[in-house]
């Protein structure tokens, strides 16, 4: 029996997916230990952006309340969107490496080497926003919302990583070289400060405030406010938190997939 009818007699194929995506984040996860500089600047870089607006800008205006409570929440949503280069040059550099059609080329499930590579974001994302509570709480902010607010929020947030992720290797694909991420990482700067992690939109002129209002970052940082009991914080948003990263995901999740499934031929 050949190597490739031993695994597909091997488990049904639920079994023989997951088997795939997990080898594929082990890969991943490998590539954590031959760049340890590359992991530390993406939990370092949120942090010193958090301590500078904490400290050396701050002010907030119309924030009603410690500024930091407000803030802090704020820059975990931002942690969320930012850092997806990562992510995009990883995909792009295997699809120029050919590594991508060598992938293709094996038994392995449609999607997979996708998979992985978001489950290895995912894990580091989850690192990150670990580093960024420690830290929020080290210069005073504090959640107040109890045990089940706190996870609430956390997931709330690791949702909006998850969606933001797959929109960066969708756009990973589209561009196809590693030279152009850079000119799409750009995009995500003015969305994340089009949002009000760092001031309330009532103290932005009204055409701006309400395109702030608007901004999904915007709902996820309002509903994790509100979970975490801090200034800015309004209850009613939690729907629009989670509607909008799932409109997301159902949009770009199959768009992804299927670009993939068409590459190389």
């Not at 997951?18 to 991943?28: F, P, S, V």
């Not at 994340?192 to 002129?205: D, H, I, Q, T, W």
Request: hydrophobic share 55%; proline share 5%.
């Amino acid at each position: 029996m050949t190597t490739y009818e031993t695994y597909r007699a091997t488990g049904g194929p639920g079994t023989r997916a997951l088997a795939d995506c997990w080898t594929m984040t082990r890969r991943e996860l490998a590539h954590w230990a031959r760049q340890p500089v590359q992991v530390l600047v993406g939990l370092v870089f949120p942090v010193m952006l958090l301590l500078m607006f904490g400290y050396l800008v701050g002010g907030g205006r119309g924030v009603a309340g410690d500024y930091v409570d407000f803030l802090v929440p704020g820059m975990l949503v931002l942690t969320m969107a930012f850092g997806l280069e990562g992510t995009m040059l990883a995909v792009t550099q295997d699809l120029n490496k050919g590594v991508i059609d060598r992938f293709r080329s094996m038994p392995m499930a449609n999607g997979a080497v996708l998979v992985g590579r978001s489950a290895a974001d995912m894990l580091q994302s989850a690192l990150g926003l670990a580093v960024m509570l420690a830290v929020g709480y080290a210069i005073g902010w504090r959640a107040h919302g109890g045990v089940e607010a706190l996870l609430g929020a956390v997931g709330l947030l690791l949702l909006f990583r998850f969606a933001m992720l797959w929109i960066g290797i969708h756009l990973a694909m589209v561009a196809g070289k590693p030279e152009l991420v850079q000119a799409v990482q750009i995009l995500v700067w003015p969305v994340g400060f089009l949002s009000n992690a760092f001031a309330v939109p009532e103290s932005m002129p009204g055409w701006l405030g309400t395109a702030v209002q608007w901004n999904p970052m915007s709902q996820t940082a309002t509903a994790v406010r509100d979970l975490f009991g801090n200034p800015g914080g309004e209850p009613g948003h939690l729907w629009a938190a989670v509607a909008w990263p799932l409109a997301l995901l159902a949009v770009f999740f199959p768009l992804a997939v299927r670009r993939f499934g068409r590459l190389s031929r």
